[in-house]
């Protein structure tokens, strides 16, 4: 494959059974729950590598035990990823907004969950420029709690109770 087909704007899918793989630009990841499909989260920093517990240098495979698997799945939807029934319906379809600093139509939502509980939001217009700045300063951050710091920094909403945020209303990990 040429350098060019390698530098493509589509998100490169890990292979299947491969969890997490690395793409020229950034670092998909897939979560496989047992109701079928998958979860995608199409850039993960090392922030949220740590946060599901992945290497930031090792690929990842899929686990066998369905429990570890699905507590994966939820974990990475706190994160903002997208479910999708088979390859073919996550190829066709664009995002509605962007979760974590993933677009979706003119918002940017962003989330972080401190280690005492509740957690941070931070919604984006896509204005000239400011999307890119807030968006790098957050990708900047070295930790979950950085990363809310930084979210507050920025202005965003903290929930003492996740059930009090309307986007992570339900999550169970």
Partial sequence: ????????????????????????????????????????????????????????FQEALRSINPTEEDAL?????????????????????????????????????WFGWPERGGVWMLEVEELEGARRVIGGRLRNTQTMDERCNCIKMLGGTFFGNREDCPLTRGLIF
């Avoid at 997490?20 to 995608?40: C, Q």
């Avoid at 939807?77 to 999708?84: D, I, K, M, Y």
């Fill in 73 to 109: 799945c939820h974990r990475m939807r706190a994160l903002g990823a997208r479910w999708f029934e088979n390859e073919t319906e996550a190829e066709r379809t664009t995002p509605l907004k962007v979760v974590n600093g993933k677009r979706v139509g003119k918002m940017e939502v």
């Fill in 1 to 56: 494959m040429d350098t060019d087909a390698n530098e493509s704007n589509a998100t490169p899918l890990p292979t299947p059974g491969i969890r997490a793989g690395f793409g020229p630009r950034m670092t998909p990841v897939r979560g496989f729950p047992s109701k079928g499909g998958y979860y995608l989260l199409e850039v993960a920093d090392p922030v949220e590598m740590d946060f599901l517990g992945h290497d930031h």
